[in-house]
């Protein structure tokens, strides 16, 4: 019972929410320490930090699903007791994930009441969710189709389904965690649009993201967490970017990327009518056609799922494909046995897949045995029929000291490196070889923003040398920042390239929703109606 | 952060597993009206107390090697090898094929003869599951287990049908040329001065199988082919990303695998029966899977499980040949170490770490370390 803060002085109001004191500890590392907020109902709070500065640790505890070590909790100033998430539930609490905990094959009704059948009759509830269902449209704006399979539904939708079951679990405050990651530009202003009306009618939101934008854009107040601490509380209308970004990582961090113009140089990946079937039949890419020069990044702007993965895949050997793809001239082979990882790196192409932790390096490996991963039959590498260890962890130990990989230990296990560090050794290996082509899929994703400066450095230091560079991003400020050239991807094919000083993005956002005629104003409704016909996400056609 | 010391993990969780296993099993036995302290003392003398006891610990030990190191290296391709059972068996048929039809001039030639034909078999027995899993997708571990059905009618088939001599009422070859027995441990330590039971069926493929568990040690951490085995197990999709392909390396582990296990017919057929009889592998195909649970997959690890095994073997038999302990309470005790060691590892493993956790940071009482949520 130790509320160190005590500001004890009754308001107008009692706050929504108030955590006073929370400390959290996982062995010997400080998640939360001791972190008191207060959140005044029917507004916005931002919570800003990096990956592992605690944010989630702290939606855990206020969700149940840790217990705190020390600090209580108040929810419209009485005190709380969240043991679980069924007590967050009844104490007014709602949790909209970043991962979407929604059943597919299930309707948007069945999925509103799951868990909160009334009964063991199933009629009645669905009739009573079905009421209030449109009730909540009627006050929030939240128009969503009853009786449609969540498979069907764009992830926008999706979404909005995972708010409605935390307002019909007569949630009034409603966490969001990294909500707009999935989402194109003009569904993430239609999510904000939502979590207005939400405010007005008297919710409040906790809102927990990455994104500078967004918090500027729609939070009333705003926490900056660092390292598990709450570095401060500030009115979201008295700072400005740099100075959250400053408070985030603690010291001053350049938001923007400093580049000369290209000098795009001879064709190094040509690219004509590539066509990709999946193992279900559905085509994920129905005829790219692109090339990248030397000397330029080509970026590659989507939503997530519309083929970029299938795109990187088959450019890297690890997918079966159809058409002409020429490196440096030469056909490469898109089926069979010379198609594969290996091969494609002796091609001259390196390649930083887009999900590291599944792709890029084997976390129970050691760094030493991850800077081989993909390269471990390189002869360097190799003493008689044996694998040179030794060689392998001295080079390893000289890429983590020029990439500044931390800590430069090469026996540490990948797992125990921080997002920007694993991404800093995929990286180190892969720019290392020297490539001629380099395939970059979502390079910062969850990267802090120390960590990205170095990575965008390194990837324009990379063109510089005349190298070719493929870049896949869902992140537009980055493809933006990044890029030579735009090719907006959606549904399998390239609606069009721009250049990036010629577009912004809200052109892009259209040509990801796969509008091609940017001129003409659209709804909101006509994007969504698009992106649901595409299928919006990953695997969702049968 | 790993949150145990490795020698924590490697030593004292098996070690603690052993002890509650040991503790149960006494409660057991007292519950039948035995003594447990005499029960166990009968046991350390019967396994370990003299060369004869040894001489039968170390035979039950070699065939556990040889089918342990089979599931382990199944293990770190992620794949679940519990065919163990039948790739023994043809390696025995392996192992008779190559005794009888062979004039081998030496044992020492018959002994590589052998093993090569043991491990074909045993590999070709393996491969038909690997092929099925890696093209057809059809689980190893429901095809394997049906293997080890077909090889048991097959070996029957083949015993009573085809290898059995004319006239022999029992369903098993003849006996294997002169040339072919190997040495015991009695023949190979005299030389050196020492004196080792006569009638204890411990030989040569001892040093074969110490042998082996070196070698695999090699290939696992010392190798490419090993370091692609391993990331295949640990991430497959990483290993599709590093161009390492899943077919290949699924072929390849369950091969390696296969002649491991077929392997062990040096041993009880060549080395201790010197004939093929009906279900001369008497089980050990099975205990192979709690020898590398226990073991950790690691060669060393197997070894030591190997021979901690194979003491409760001769021990047990012991305990049944001298005591009104029935022999099917022996088979409970073995369960139980299996048990405890393998499938109960994180009842031990959970109290271990939160214990190791409260050690590291002394003021705070901790819940055992969770990864934090999304």
């Known amino acids: 019972m130790t509320a160190n803060d005590s500001r004890g002085q009754p308001e107008t109001a009692a706050p929504a929410i108030e955590l006073k004191g929370i400390s959290k500890a996982f062995g010997p590392v400080q998640a939360n320490k001791d972190i008191s907020i207060r959140v005044m109902p029917g507004t916005i709070h931002g919570i800003i930090g990096e990956n592992g500065a605690g944010k989630s640790t702290l939606m855990s505890i206020l969700y149940g699903f840790y217990k705190a070590d020390a600090g209580e909790i108040f929810i419209a100033g009485r005190k709380a007791n969240i043991t679980d998430s069924q007590a967050a539930i009844a104490a007014g609490i709602g949790m909209v994930f970043q991962h979407f905990k929604l059943v597919e094959n299930f309707t948007v009704l069945e999925n509103i009441i799951l868990g909160a059948e009334d009964g063991w009759k199933l009629r009645p509830s669905l009739n009573k969710a079905r009421k209030s269902l449109v009730e909540l449209a009627k006050d929030y704006g939240l128009n969503v189709e009853p009786d449609a399979l969540v498979q069907d539904i764009g992830v926008g939708m999706q979404q909005r389904v995972e708010i409605l079951k935390a307002l019909y679990r007569q949630a009034d405050i409603l966490i969001l965690d990294e909500p707009t990651g999935v989402l194109t530009p003009a569904e993430a202003d239609q999510l904000f649009r939502i979590l207005g009306r939400l405010r007005s009618e008297g919710k409040t939101i906790i809102l927990i993201t990455h994104k500078l934008r967004e918090i500027m854009e729609i939070t009333d107040t705003v926490s900056v967490m660092r390292r598990g601490e709450m570095t401060a509380t500030v009115q979201t209308a008295e700072t400005s970017p740099a100075e959250l970004a400053e408070l985030m990582v603690g010291r001053k961090v350049l938001l923007r990327v400093d580049k000369t113009p290209a000098t795009p140089g001879e064709v190094v990946l040509d690219v004509k009518n590539l066509k990709v079937v999946d193992d279900k039949g559905v085509e994920r890419l129905r005829g790219i056609n692109l090339n990248v020069r030397a000397g330029e990044v080509l970026g590659i702007a989507g939503v997530a799922g519309n083929g970029q993965s299938e795109l990187l895949e088959v450019l890297g050997g690890y997918q079966d494909g159809t058409g002409e793809v020429r490196v440096n001239g030469q056909l490469i082979d898109l089926t069979g046995k010379k198609s594969d990882g290996q091969s494609r790196r002796a091609r001259g192409i390196a390649h930083v897949p887009e999900d590291r932790q599944r792709e890029g390096l084997i976390m129970e490996y050691q760094a ?15 003493s008689g029929i044996l694998m040179d260890n030794a060689a392998i962890r001295a080079d390893t130990a000289e890429k983590m000291e ?45 990267v802090d923003i120390g960590a990205i400066e170095f990575i965008h450095q390194q990837i324009v230091a990379l063109r510089d040398q005349g190298k070719a560079i493929l870049l896949v991003s869902v992140e537009l400020e980055e493809i ?22 010629q577009t912004d993005e809200k052109e892009l956002g259209l040509l990801m929703a796969g509008i091609t005629d940017t001129d003409r104003d659209h709804s909101v409704e006509e994007v969504e109606a698009n992106l649901a016909h595409a299928g919006g996400d990953t695997s969702k056609e049968v | 952060m790993d949150v145990m010391p490795k020698w924590a993990e490697v030593i004292l969780v098996p070690l603690i597993s052993l002890l509650l296993a040991a503790a149960l099993s006494a409660l057991v036995i007292l519950a039948i009206g035995e003594d447990p302290v005499a029960a166990v003392k009968m046991m350390v003398t019967g396994a370990l107390g003299s060369t004869y006891g040894w001489g039968y610990t170390l035979y039950y030990a070699t065939n556990f090697m040889f089918t342990g190191l089979a599931v382990a290296i199944a293990f770190h391709a992620r794949l679940f090898n519990i065919g163990g059972e039948g790739q023994a068996m043809l390696g025995g048929l392996g192992v008779a094929l190559a005794c009888l039809y062979i004039p081998w001039p030496h044992w020492s030639l018959a002994l590589i003869g052998a093993a090569v034909m043991a491990g074909l078999f045993g590999a070709v027995w393996a491969a038909i599951p690997a092929w099925l899993q890696a093209k057809r997708g059809s689980h190893i571990v429901i095809t394997t287990i049906m293997f080890n059905f077909i090889a048991a009618a097959l070996l029957n088939y083949v015993l009573v049908n085809l290898l059995r001599p004319r006239g022999q009422m029992d369903p098993a070859t003849a006996r294997f040329p002169e040339a072919t027995n190997l040495p015991t441990l009695h023949e190979l330590l005299a030389p050196l001065g020492i004196e080792f039971s006569k009638s204890a069926p411990a030989n040569v493929s001892f040093l074969v199988a110490v042998a082996a568990c070196f070698v695999l040690w090699v290939l696992i951490w010392r190798t490419r082919l090993g370091y692609e085995i391993r990331a295949y197990g640990h991430s497959e999709s990483a290993a599709k990303y590093a161009g390492i392909s899943p077919v290949r390396i699924t072929m390849i582990a369950m091969i390696i695998s296969g002649a491991l296990a077929g392997m062990m017919a040096i041993n009880n057929v060549m080395g201790e029966a010197e004939r093929l009889v009906l279900n001369s592998t008497e089980g050990a195909g099975f205990i192979g899977i709690a020898v590398a649970l226990m073991g950790r997959s690691h060669p060393l690890g197997v070894f030591f499980s190997a021979i901690l095994f194979g003491f409760l073997y001769q021990g047990g038999a012991e305990l049944a040949l001298w005591t009104s302990i029935p022999r099917e309470l022996i088979v409970v005790i073995q369960a139980l170490v299996i048990l405890f060691t393998g499938a109960l590892d994180n009842m031990v493993r959970m109290p271990l770490e939160r214990f190791f956790l409260m050690v590291r940071t002394p003021p705070k009482p901790e819940r055992k370390p969770v990864e934090p949520a999304e």
């Open chain 1, 480 to 501: 933006l920042a990044l890029s030579d050239r735009i090719a907006v991807m959606f549904d399998g094919k390239i609606m069009g390239e721009r250049l990036p000083d």
């Open chain 1, 402 to 446: 020029r990439f500044d990989v931390r800590p430069p230990n090469p026996r540490l296990e990948a797992k125990n490196f921080s997002g920007g560090n694993q991404q800093k050794l995929v990286l180190a290996r892969e720019i290392e070889r020297n490539p001629d082509l380099l395939l970059i899929g979502q390079p910062t994703r969850g």
């Open chain 1, 368 to 382: 030493w045995e991850n800077t081989a991963f993909g390269y471990h039959r390189d002869p360097a590498y190799k």
